[in-house]
């Protein structure tokens, strides 16, 4: 019968978010943090035994998640924790524009250099047009059979210059 009737989901509790202060959060970080160094319930990655929360960092793998929350710590106290390597490419690509003359914002892009990015390209079918060109300037297709040749004459000189490197 239970298999009938619509299990009611588990009691929910919305909480109420409101905003604080830099330093308050600050204060309520540095205090988590520092308990978070003898209680090891309080760590991220503790494991449970049956004496109770073990903490799994060690000396030579640190818990990153605590790492990372000692750097929002110090980015509350206004400490600069170095340069964002993003802005800092940004900023080097401005300054490169800047001295070659073209503004990011509105230069204008040399004609030549446009129409060609504008080409479309050639689809290839997996083999190319080989052309003939005769004494006189004339352009005549080469037939499958002398393609044939060629190639053939081609892969043996790669073979010789193979073997020629290999023995020496």
């Keep these: 019968m239970s298999a009938q009737d619509p299990t009611p989901l588990p009691p929910t509790t919305i ?3 409101k905003p604080i202060s830099q330093t308050l959060a ?3 970080l540095a205090a988590y943090l520092d308990r978070a160094t003898t209680d090891p319930a309080l760590q991220p ?3 449970i035994s049956e004496h109770g929360p073990v903490s799994r960092t060690t000396a030579a793998a640190p818990n990153i998640i605590l790492h990372n929350l000692k750097r929002v710590q110090a980015g509350l106290a206004g400490e600069v924790l170095g340069r964002d390597l993003a802005i800092a490419k940004l900023k080097e690509g401005a300054r ?4 070659n003359g073209v503004d990011g914002a509105g230069g204008w892009e040399d004609k030549k250099q446009f129409e060609h990015g504008q080409e479309p390209e050639k689809e290839q079918n997996g083999v190319d047009d080989v052309m ?3 004494e006189e300037g004339e352009t005549r ?3 499958k059979e002398e393609r044939k040749r060629k190639k053939k004459e081609r892969r043996k000189a ?3 210059a193979k073997l020629k490197v290999a023995d020496e």
């Design 96 to 99: 490169r524009a800047a001295q």
């Design 15 to 17: 909480l109420t978010t």
């Design 158 to 160: 790669e073979k010789k």
């Design 132 to 134: 003939d060109v005769d």
């Design 141 to 143: 297709p080469v037939d």
């Design 45 to 47: 990655n503790a494991g």
């Design 26 to 28: 600050h204060d309520f």
